[in-house]
């Protein structure tokens, strides 16, 4: 089940993932729902006051 985040302006966000520099993963947030992903351990989701883009930050 792919993980989805509704912002303060009722904009609803899948999580992604794609490949970063040395391997490691780098997650976005995106309104397309093709290829989403499961929230992953360890992580919460906090979003921008000014913008209502979400992100992940580490627990």
């Not at 303060?8 to 520099?21: A, P, S």
């Not at 989403?36 to 992940?56: R, W």
């Amino acid at each position: 089940m792919a993980f989805s985040y509704k912002n303060k302006k009722g904009i609803t966000y899948y999580l992604h993932v794609k490949e970063g520099r040395g391997g490691t993963p780098l997650y976005y947030f995106s309104r397309e729902q093709n290829n989403a992903i499961d929230l992953p351990s360890g992580y919460v989701v906090k979003e921008n006051k000014q913008t209502g883009m979400p992100y992940l930050k580490r627990k």
